[in-house]
């Protein structure tokens, strides 16, 4: 574990981010404290998330598929997605892929959660979504509550893009943030 979150630290000094700029300030102090030495509340247990609800009935026949894309956005998850609930870009692509495979589906409907996350992979999730549109099916993206930055970057490319009445969504940009984390490093060891 001490190898990962030096990984993780590199990760978010030298990543490119499309993220809400209050997350990403939540992440660089998580991850100061666990530099430091510090576990803030996570237990360390092993999770996958689920990107792939069950097809669902839909009305007109054929079927709905509801993708969930929660989560700080990272290109293959590991101990950030299980740390924060993260999105991976490779687990979200295959549920996709395996969604848009379906001749019988209706409809995908991306239910999204996200504050948005690291640029890696997300220009190339986004085409994805984007080829994926039909006529004979459409795709929903929900921000179900949050689709910020690259979130909203991969919301937008679907047929039409709902936002719950308290929903936030919006600002495709990218960022960078430079944290002086040689304290908590030094306290490390």
Do not use: C
Request: hydrophobic share 45%.
């Amino acid at each position: 574990m001490p190898h990962e979150i030096d990984r993780i630290l590199g990760a978010v000094a030298n990543g490119i981010w499309l993220i809400e700029p209050g997350k990403a300030a939540e992440i660089v102090n998580f991850l100061a404290l666990r530099a430091g030495g510090h576990s803030p509340g996570w237990d360390g247990e092993e999770s996958e998330p689920s990107y792939a609800a069950a097809p669902v009935p839909a009305r007109s026949g054929g079927h709905v598929h509801v993708l969930r894309l929660h989560g700080t956005i990272t290109p293959r998850g590991g101990m950030m997605s299980r740390m924060s609930g993260g999105a991976s870009m490779e687990q979200f692509q295959r549920a996709f892929r395996e969604a848009a495979g379906d001749t019988a589906a209706r409809a995908i409907v991306l239910d999204v959660d996200s504050p948005g996350g690291m640029v890696d992979l997300v220009p190339e999730t986004a085409a994805m979504i984007r080829g994926a549109r039909r006529a004979e099916r459409s795709i929903i993206a929900v921000a179900n509550t949050v689709a910020a930055s690259a979130a909203y970057w991969l919301a937008s490319q679907a047929d039409e893009l709902v936002v719950t009445p308290s929903g936030v969504v919006g600002s495709i940009g990218v960022m960078t943030q430079r944290e002086n984390l040689l304290k908590a490093l030094e306290m490390k060891g």
